[in-house]
């Protein structure tokens, strides 16, 4: 599979990284190791497995996108040849075969820009929010209008729309997506398994940080494409603010006009809660994840609102939001 360079982000991984980067050693022409300022021993890892290692310069904030952008460029220098590139965080492990079967479906598939498969938490058992996350990765198979970060990718794709946006500091991959269809590429996900990602997120704060950042992301997407045709995320923001924001505030101002009798409208959250388990049942989930998966995407409104008016903030004061890390 001489065709394919790995380009790996990170940033204080340790372990996490010796594992990411031994799941694809001998499987790919070049590996890249782009490091946002590790203070552990990340960088020293990276070179001792023969990675090629950019360390990016600490005066220019750190974002994924400009982490992935900087490692296709010195992949390109490297070994300007490369036909598709595999993106992978350092908190994640490829999963044997899998470069073999992203690579083959996107040779049958020449106006494909983007492959991903089945994204699984490593250890989903160890809290619910790990678990979380596992079902959040579980989506639909075939064509699809975005992806996460760990794709495989046509480099001539990616080069037509000029690499990721630097500027964002969270969903930067479905903005990708975004420009890449309105050029006629396609995404697809394949029902493979792709790779184990390390959430480590064992506590609430961990999860209400990451529904922050996720609320920014949905906020700066329908920003820069909500427009028509495209309306990208604005159906999220709108639901967003409307549950988080406006229908409880409504609910308070009503029921200091009812004597407290207004409050009962907030029933209608567990009225949420339950269309969003019955679903998930009827795709299979057993009763217990269909629950928290249901009551959690209800309280997510919470934190992502927040996130929303972080990010609308920042315009209005012309303050651009760094980043919102969810794990020390």
């Known amino acids: 599979m001489k065709q394919i360079g790995i380009v790996v982000i990170g940033r204080n991984e ?24 590790s203070t552990d021993d ?25 982490a992935r ?14 036909e598709y590139i595999q993106f992978v965080d350092g908190d994640c492990e490829i ?14 598939r020449p ?35 975005t992806c996460g970060g760990i794709i495989m ?35 697809w996900r394949i029902p493979q398994e792709m790779a184990y990602h390390d959430a480590q997120m064992l506590h609430f704060r961990q999860w209400w940080k990451r529904c922050i950042r996720g609320g920014h992301a949905y906020a700066e997407g329908a920003w820069l494409h909500g427009k028509p045709p495209e309306y990208h995320w604005v159906r ?8 988080g924001l406006f229908f409880p505030l409504f609910v308070l101002i009503l029921a200091l006009l009812t004597h407290g009798w207004g409050l009962i409208l ?34 997510s409104k919470f934190p992502q609102v927040y996130g929303q008016l972080k990010f609308y903030l920042g315009r209005l004061v012309k303050r651009k939001s760094g980043l919102i890390e969810y794990r020390a």
């Open 236 to 243: 999220e923001n709108l639901s967003i603010a409307f549950w």
């Open 153 to 187: 990718m046509r480099v001539t794709a990616l080069q037509q729309v000029g690499g990721f946006n630097p500027e964002l500091i969270a969903g930067e991959e479905p903005e990708l997506c975004v420009r890449l269809r309105s050029l006629g590429w396609t995404i």
């Open 14 to 37: 340790g372990e996490r990284l010796r594992r990411c980067l031994l799941s694809v050693l001998d499987k790919a022409t070049k590996i890249i190791y782009v490091d946002s300022g």
């Open 266 to 299: 907030f029933g209608l959250y567990l009225l949420l809660i339950y269309r969003i388990y019955r679903g998930k049942r009827k795709e299979g989930l057993n009763y217990q994840d269909a629950f928290f998966y249901g009551l959690f995407c209800v309280l």
């Open 111 to 145: 106006n494909a820009a983007i492959v991903c498969g089945r994204l699984r938490e490593r250890f989903p058992e160890f809290s619910l929010y790990n678990r979380l996350c596992d079902l959040e990765w579980n989506t639909s198979v075939g064509e699809m209008k």
């Open 69 to 82: 952008n900087a490692g296709v460029k010195r992949l390109l220098e490297i070994n300007p040849d490369v």
């Open 42 to 66: 990340s960088v020293a890892i990276a070179k001792s497995l023969s990675a090629n290692v950019v360390e990016l310069d600490l005066s220019i904030p750190f974002t994924a996108a400009r």
């Open 95 to 108: 999963i044997p075969r899998w470069l073999e079967d992203a690579q083959q479906e996107l040779k049958l």
